[in-house]
Structure formats: C-alpha cells, structure tokens
T-cell receptor
Framework: KQEVTQIPAALSVPEGENLVLNCSFT??????LQWFRQDPGKGLTSLLL?????REQTSGRLNASLDKSSGRSTLYIAASQPGDSATYLC????????????FGTGTRLKVLA | GAGVSQSPSNKVTEKGKDVELRCDPISGHTALYWYRQSLGQGLEFLIY????????KSGLPSDRFSAERTGGSVSTLTIQRTQQEDSAVYLC????????????FGEGSRLTVL
C-alpha cells in the first residue's frame, strides 16, 4: 500500500529565505508526482507535475525534483515571499497500476514579512 | 468549462438527511476523482471514474456513500443518512488520465452535518 509522507509538517521562515519541502513515498511504481498549494478554505492549485521519466520541473521560483528509486521528491522555493504562505501537498499518481492519486498530509508554510 | 466546478459550495444538513454533491469536470477530461478532506486532515481518496470503465470505489467509507457519472461528464456524490462524522470538504478533480496528465481540482463542497 502506497504511503506518502511530508516533512516538515509546519515551517515558518523569514521573507527572502530559500526553502525545501520534502515528500517521500513507499512504492516507486508511479506514473507521476504532482505538487499542489492549498490556501485556507480553498481547493488545491497545481504547481508542478513531474512525470516518472523526468528528474525535475521548474516554474518561476519553484523547482521540484523526483528520485523514483529512493522514493523522494523535493520542492524548492527560492526567495520566499509572504504570499507563498499556504499548505503544500504532494501527490503520487499511478500507484499499483491504477490512476489513483495518493496525497501526503502536507507542509504548512508561513513566510514572515 | 474553464475549470472544475462544484456545487453547492456550502451545505448544512441535519443528521439522517441525504445530500447530493455535484461536480462538473473540465471539458474533455476522461478521469474524475472524488476526495474528502476533514478538518486538519489530508485528502482521503473516495472514488475514481475513467471513461466507460468500472469506477474504482475502493475509498468509499461505507455503503451510505455512492457516486455516479452520467455521460462521461458530470458526477454526483450522494451521502445517505448523513452522520456528524461525514462533515468535511468534498473535493472533485479531473484530468486526462491516459496521458498521466495534470490533476485539476474544484473549490470543494463544504458539508456540515448538525
């Protein structure tokens, strides 16, 4: 059974810092991994999608990497801003030959002005 | 449509009543997912539809929960005889599953059972 873990559960940093969020998964047989952002009371917004054949994806100040063999992904946020404050979730897709997505419990990020 | 649309956005009901939650996926997306997010918790998979294939119902918590998808588009999640523990945000998502495409979520339906 696929299990997805995110560390740390919560993080508070001063504005301008670079930071790394971690996601680990137990079953490396995945189709892809996706990072999302969730603001309070809102749905999930897709940030980056990494296919299983890819090592990383970049969008603006965000960079996500994937190491399938070790069951790890990281989300790197450069020059953090207060507007980055949100909960960040990772999800692995395609577990056990299905298209089901399994989510981690998220990292709650607060960027202090 | 431009995005995944869910209705109602908020629903307050009394214990024992039935509720229906609706999801309208992005046009052309073949896969549709329902998840549940309880207060302070992660996303719990409920059910997955892919084209005309039999749905994956493995996440439905009890037989009070059911879902259907008509015409390969709109989906309805029905909860019968609601209980207080059913209170949560119900999130719908869609994607082009066969290309392992990006998953897009709606804003969710917040259900409160009194």
């Amino acid at each position: 059974k696929q299990e997805v873990t995110q560390i740390p559960a919560a993080l508070s940093v001063p504005e301008g810092e670079n930071l790394v969020l971690n996601c680990s998964f137990t079953d490396s047989a995945i189709y892809n991994l996706q990072w999302f952002r969730q603001d309070p009371g809102k749905g999930l917004t897709s940030l980056l999608l990494i296919q299983s054949s890819q090592r990383e994806q970049t969008s603006g100040r965000l960079n996500a990497s994937l190491d399938k063999s070790s069951g790890r992904s990281t989300l790197y946020i450069a020059a953090s801003q207060p507007g980055d404050s949100a909960t960040y979730l990772c999800a692995v897709g395609g577990t056990s030959g299905t298209y089901k997505y399994i989510f981690g419990t998220g990292t709650r990020l607060k960027v202090l002005a | 449509g431009a995005g995944v649309s869910q209705s109602p956005s908020n629903k307050v009901t009394e214990k024992g009543k039935d509720v229906e939650l609706r999801c309208d996926p992005i046009s052309g997306h073949t896969a549709l997912y329902w998840y549940r997010q309880s207060l302070g918790q992660g996303l719990e998979f409920l059910i997955y539809f892919q084209g005309n294939s039999a749905p994956d119902k493995s996440g439905l918590p009890s037989d009070r929960f059911s879902a259907e998808r008509t015409g390969g588009s709109v989906s309805t999640l029905t909860i019968q005889r609601t209980q207080q523990e059913d209170s949560a945000v119900y999130l719908c998502a869609s994607n082009q599953a066969r290309s392992a495409g990006e998953l897009f979520f709606g804003e969710g339906s917040r259900l409160t059972v009194l």
